[in-house]
């Protein structure tokens, strides 16, 4: 794998900030965009922009196909059993809030449980906090060991009879813990519950088989593994879904329509009401061709190796805590002693290093490490070593010029 090719790709990154040439270390919050994304964007934008499903004109007809063939390369990506299963939305937080609604709301009742963890999204607790609320469904939380992991002993103790559904990421954005998918998945379905997998920070940097992590819902987001923004996927077992209503209700998901009753289309697409995503998908499809041919195992590699990396050279610097695992995804989060995140990632930006800091939509995890926010760097697949000795070096400045001054 060339980085330095592949780095040739993403058009952003041949640039200065401040002065400096950028440093992007954000991508756990969305990442950059090769020029073959780009240009299919503008392919269809410029040369056969049209409605789907509906037209029978040329220009329909080629729409239709180019959004029809990006689901089927999401199936293939994932390894869905069918296009059935592959549901297109705005993106992972969408799709989690679909599955609460439609499926939480219609299948638990007072007495069931919900079981997430400490470590979630706000994305995967607020939906789930709603569904208890109106349910009458208790909410429990696995706890996690001192380094940021679940153990499966907690999960079984956790995870009960009276659990009907179990939502948990695949990756932390914030400790890069790589979790257990596949034996928690069948530790929920030896007590009748389906297993909810949020795949944001999974599906851009790891191979992802969803038939052998048997899980029941699978939800991510293309923005994060160089697609467009405001598309994502929901994949979910055909059995569930023909059994599951709409969240939704408009054109395009519709069978028949009469003044009093209404009937949907098969899958995917009673899941899919109005105008879809078009241009976003077919960006996506572009994104998955791009990834696959560097090769998934080959990005998960490279990112790990850059994140030991730097935990490495930070470990050197005194005063700086590190959270997480250390056997761990492409990200490192981190606090500078006596220094705000929010300031230690302002003075990055003046040396060209676009890093993230704050709760990262973490909050009960933040209370967890008790820190109120963190900085974050996070990997991908055009970050290069010489990037992270930057990054470190520019952090040990930053630690000076607070000592400094304070």
Known sequence: MDIQEIRKQFPILHQQVNGKQLVYLDNAATSQKPIQVIEALDQYYKGYNSNVHRGVHTLGTKATDAYEGAREKVRKFINASSIEEVVFTRGTTTALNMIASSYGMDNLTEGDEIVISHMEHHANIIPWQQVA????????????????????????????????????????????TINPIKELAQIAHKNGAIMVV???????????????????????????????????????????????????????????????ESTWKELPWKFEAGTPIIGGAIGLGAAIDFLEQIGMDN??????????????????????????????????????????????????DVEGIAV???????????????????????????????????????????????????
């Not at 470190?392 to 400094?404: D, I, P």
């Open 133 to 176: 609320k109106k349910t009458g469904a208790t909410l429990k939380y696995i706890p996690l060991q001192p380094d940021g992991t679940i153990s499966l002993a907690d999960a079984e103790q956790t995870i009960t009879p009276s659990t009907k559904i179990v939502s948990i990421m695949y990756v932390s954005n914030v400790l890069g």
């Open 198 to 260: 949020d795949g944001a920070q999974s599906a851009p940097h790891m191979k992802v088989d969803v038939q052998d992590l048997d899980c029941d819902f699978y939800v991510f987001s293309s923005h994060k593994m160089c697609g467009p923004t405001g598309v994502g996927v929901m994949y979910g077992k055909k059995d569930i879904l023909e059994n599951m209503e709409p969240a939704e209700f408009g054109g395009e998901m519709i069978d028949f329509v009469d003044l009093y």
């Open 299 to 348: 990005i998960e590699r490279h990112e790990q190796e850059l994140a030991q990396y730097a935990m490495e050279r930070m470990s050197t610097i005194e005063g700086i805590t590190i959270y997480g695992p250390k056997h761990r995804a492409g990200l490192v989060t981190f606090n500078i002693d006596d220094v705000h995140p929010h300031d230690v990632a302002t003075v990055l």
């Open 356 to 406: 993230r800091a704050g709760h990262h939509c973490a909050q009960p995890l933040m209370r967890w490490l008790k820190a109120s926010a963190t900085a974050r760097a996070s990997f991908y697949i055009y970050n290069t070593k010489d990037e992270v000795d930057t990054f470190v070096e520019a952090l040990v400045k930053t630690k000076e010029y607070f000592t400094n001054v304070f």
